[in-house]
């Protein structure tokens, strides 16, 4: 298996992992070679202007629509240049044919890309299936948590989308549940907000704890650590902080909430999203720190859109492929 090649061509992307005839790629707002940590704030766009980055791949953030598709197929290229060039157990692997893509709703609808025709329309879920070789999976996200899924006796592979909201309402079991029990399931996460950086209403760290328990989404000794395994209390209040007005902006569209307590914590999404994948039996691959979205300027990231009072951001996405065979 390999982690983390090196960019190359000076294209936003790295492949995280490879085995057998899948590849895991994850892409970037920019190449981290193209700049150094000098530029990093000129890279993080200006107050106010929205910042698409050199490789926006989402159509839904009010970006040129025909640039967006262009990023698509410039995407689906450089997968399969890097397919090319990447060491491979088995070297009949070809390229791929085809990228999937869904409209993420924070929800647990699945697409099985399988059973149903493809269409100019995405199709509203959270997450993607396949056992088809010669196709890869995409997930977008800004800050969500972002899983890859592979099982290697049933070559089936999967892509998941996991907001604080998908992680209360059991998106990985879901996923998870629609594998066989012929083998074991791997997962790789990719780039997503760290602790430090997702400070939240007290309101969504209780919405989240109910949604783990009635979902039974964490083994019992989780569930009753929850707070000393995914909860930090914040060192500031909200009484007195410049942000409090875009609060509602930054827990992933929690807008039906008529008011906001002074308290605030700051939630680990993505060690959540691997306690819940060891629930559920699957075992995670990612070795390496998860980088994240906020801190890193080569992201994109929609706290650090809102904090900048950007109208918009762009979305990367972190991607599976089954190659096909010859």
């Known amino acids: 298996m390999t982690n983390k090649l090196p960019i190359t061509d000076k294209f936003p992307m790295i492949?995280?992992?490879?085995?057998?005839?899948?590849?895991?790629?994850?892409?970037?707002?920019?190449?981290?070679?193209?700049?150094?940590?000098?530029?990093?704030?000129m890279?993080?766009?200006q107050v106010g202007q929205a910042n698409y980055g050199a490789l926006n791949l989402g159509l839904h953030v009010n970006d040129d629509a025909a640039k967006v598709l262009g990023n698509r197929m410039s995407l689906l290229t450089a997968i399969n240049k890097q397919l090319a060039c990447a060491p491979s157990q088995n070297e009949q692997n070809t390229a791929i044919s085809s990228l999937h893509w869904v409209s993420q709703i924070h929800g647990k609808q699945i697409h099985d890309v399988d059973t149903t025709p493809l269409s100019m329309t995405p199709m509203a879920a959270d997450a993607i299936t396949s056992k088809q070789s010669g196709r890869g999976l995409a997930i977008m996200t800004a800050d969500c948590v972002p899983?890859?899924?592979?099982?290697?006796l049933s070559g089936k592979i999967a892509a998941i989308h996991a907001g604080w909201q998908g992680l209360a309402c059991g998106i990985i079991k879901e996923t998870a549940q629609r594998f066989t029990d012929a083998g074991a399931v791997q997962a790789w996460i990719?780039?997503?907000?760290?602790?430090?950086n997702y400070e939240v209403g007290h309101q969504v760290r209780d919405q989240l704890l109910a949604g783990c328990l009635d979902?039974?989404?964490?083994?019992?000794?989780?569930?009753?650590?929850?707070?000393?395994?995914?909860?930090?209390?914040?060192?500031?209040?909200?009484e007195n902080h410049s942000d409090t007005q875009?609060?509602?902006?930054?827990v992933d569209k929690l807008s039906n909430c008529a008011?906001?307590?002074?308290?605030?914590?700051?939630?680990?999404?993505?060690?959540?999203?691997?306690?819940?994948?060891?629930?559920?039996?699957?075992?995670?691959d990612s070795k390496e720190p998860i980088s994240c979205s906020y801190a890193d300027s080569h992201y994109y990231s929609y706290r650090r859109q809102t904090h900048m009072q950007q109208p918009a951001t762009g979305r990367m996405a972190l991607v599976i492929v089954r190659c096909a065979a010859t």
């Open 15 to 41: 492949l995280l992992a490879q085995m057998d005839d899948v590849a895991v790629f994850q892409t970037a707002a920019f190449a981290s070679n193209l700049i150094d940590e000098s530029d990093a704030n």
């Open 43 to 45: 890279q993080q766009g």
């Open 147 to 152: 899983i890859v899924l592979y099982q290697p």
């Open 190 to 196: 990719g780039v997503c907000i760290s602790q430090a």
């Open 215 to 238: 979902n039974q989404l964490l083994t019992a000794s989780d569930s009753d650590n929850f707070d000393s395994l995914y909860v930090m209390c914040s060192d500031n209040g909200l």
């Open 246 to 250: 875009h609060l509602h902006k930054t």
């Open 259 to 284: 008011t906001v307590h002074t308290d605030k914590v700051k939630l680990n999404l993505p060690k959540l999203a691997a306690d819940q994948l060891t629930a559920v039996g699957v075992s995670i």
